[in-house]
């Protein structure tokens, strides 16, 4: 039922790796995850056909052409409202995972995409700029439910030795779905204007695939015996994933936690933010996914084609420049994937957002200095290139992975819901801002980026600790170890000021320690 798979060189991976992790790996990530990285992607080669599209529309309808600041806020509508759409699909993502459970709320979501292919397939035939609007947003709802769904479902079916290497399967399928984009959007293939609403809707591909197999796999098994407390349904799906091996260790481990919230329920957002046992878990989320999207990467995605002309390379080129991007995202991902387990989530992230960081600052110098150096073409060239293998490498799977990781199954599905929304409102924000910042702040609008993924690597270094090869319990009391740390150098400040009162130094009046106090 779970044949042994196995990899050479890859340490504990060769033991405990089986067809039927790999598979659902492989079928969730191709059919849900990939198709965030192909939306991102896609607008970006048509971009001169969609803005024509639309401009000769309402020529039709008004009999009056666009100007050029309204083609540019229709385009940049198209490409953020996928953004608005990921917000809406994280915000309800908890609530479908509780119901279908996680790989139900795969499967069952798979419409979105359906009638979405179908919007933008159709738009061109029916005249209407609207139906690819709607198509966007349809979209961007199944990638925001996708994009937290999909590394939960795997961080709970994979064994605590694998959670980080099948975790970042997702990432290299967004970056598999990101160089898909360019190179179906070069003239050769789908890039000519006939072809761009066949582009835009070619999503109905790799979802139908993992229709037709997905459903024959087993549920979260931490979700079975969790949620519904089937313990035969759990021991089944354990027999799926696992070969060879003592599923009882596991069973216990997952009955411990369920001790551990006996008395408390799935919890909602608000009670998720009011929770104090969690704080540092819950900011630690908020800075990562907040990090990610404002280190400029959707910047580079969006706008790629853009960036390549203004930095000097040939317009003949920069397809073909832009497609080879895609293979550095792919070859980055598997670096990640196959030495995440080696070194840690920690390096992954903290070396990731500095690369990222430096180079954001590189590419504004390059640009600044092109006028005088040729060779600053290519300086900028790099940069872009490092920007996008510093996400991909860490930031681009870890940041989910450890949203799932920092919290237990009761607190789990809000966590992802705070995480992805604040991702994808930030998607939009610089996804709908940077045309315009680019053309108000010039060169130096990388420098923005530059400084937010520095901030979040020395976040990251500071607060979030190594979480490879632990489980979610001695997780949850690392931090709570932490929370205890802080609470008791708290208590001894309140002690010292209190000391000090008796020496004149203070008023007794502000000093007066009070033993329910807790540090903020």
């Not at 779905?177 to 809707?201: C, T």
């Not at 640009?367 to 290519?378: A, K, N, P, T």
């Amino acid at each position: 039922m779970a044949e042994e798979v196995l990899i050479p060189s890859s340490g504990k991976i060769t033991s405990q790796l089986t067809s039927s992790l790999l598979a659902v790996a492989f079928l969730t990530s191709f059919g849900s995850s990939m198709l965030y990285g192909y939306n991102l992607a896609v607008v970006n080669s048509p971009a001169v056909y969609i803005k024509d599209f639309y401009n000769k529309t309402v020529v039709s309808r008004t009999g009056k052409g666009l100007s050029e600041e309204t083609l540019t806020l229709m385009y940049c509508l198209t490409v953020s409202v996928f953004a608005i759409g990921g917000l809406l699909g994280s915000l309800i993502v908890g609530i479908l995972v509780s119901r279908f459970g996680r790989k139900g709320t795969v499967i069952n979501t798979t419409v979105l995409v359906f009638i979405a292919g179908s919007f933008m397939g159709f738009s061109r035939i029916c005249g209407s700029p609207e139906m690819v609007i709607i198509g966007r947003f349809i979209s961007g709802i199944h990638s925001g439910i996708s994009l937290s769904v999909v590394p939960m479902y795997l961080g709970e079916i994979a064994p605590k030795n694998l959670r980080g290497f099948l975790g970042l399967v997702p990432s290299i399928f967004i970056g598999t779905g990101v160089f898909a984009a360019q190179i179906l959007g070069l003239h050769e293939l789908l890039g000519k204007e006939e072809y761009w609403p066949l582009f835009l809707s070619m999503i109905v591909v790799p979802t139908f695939v993992q229709l037709m197999m997905l459903p024959w796999f087993p549920e979260s098994p931490r979700y079975l015996l969790i949620e519904k407390h089937n313990v035969h349904a759990t021991i089944t799906a354990l027999k799926w994933y696992r070969a060879k091996c003592n599923i009882q260790a596991e069973i216990e481990e997952m009955q411990e936690e369920q001790r551990s919230l006996s008395s408390v329920e799935t919890v909602s957002v608000w009670k998720l933010l009011l929770d104090d046992t969690v704080r540092w878990q819950v900011l630690s989320v908020m800075v990562v996914n907040i990090g990610m999207q404002l280190s400029g990467i959707d910047a580079i995605w969006f706008y790629t084609n853009d960036i390549f002309k203004n930095v000097g390379i040939p317009a003949t080129q920069v397809p073909y420049t832009t497609a080879g991007t895609g293979i550095i995202e792919i070859i980055a991902g598997l670096i990640g994937c196959f030495s995440i387990e080696k070194l840690g989530r920690r390096p992954l992230m903290i070396g990731g957002f500095a690369m990222m960081g430096f180079c954001s600052a590189g590419i504004t110098v390059a640009l600044i200095l092109q006028s005088h150096l040729s060779s600053m073409h290519y300086v900028s060239v790099c940069c872009v290139v490092g920007i996008i293998a510093g996400f991909c490498i860490g930031p681009a799977g870890v940041s989910f992975l450890i949203t799932a990781e920092l919290f237990k199954q009761s607190h789990r599905p809000a966590a992802y819901i705070v995480g992805g929304s604040l991702n994808w409102l930030s998607n939009f924000t610089v996804g709908f801002v940077f045309p315009f910042l680019q053309m108000s702040a010039g060169s130096y609008c990388y420098l923005v980026f530059g400084a937010i993924c520095l901030a979040v690597a020395v976040y990251v270094y500071i607060v979030i600790p190594e979480t490879k090869n632990k489980t979610f319990m001695e997780i949850s009391r690392m931090f709570s170890k932490k929370e205890a740390v802080l609470e008791t150098q708290g208590l001894l400040d309140h002690l010292k000021l209190k000391k000090m009162n008796g020496y004149g130094c203070m008023e007794h009046s502000s000093l007066e320690f009070d033993s329910s106090s807790s540090v903020p």
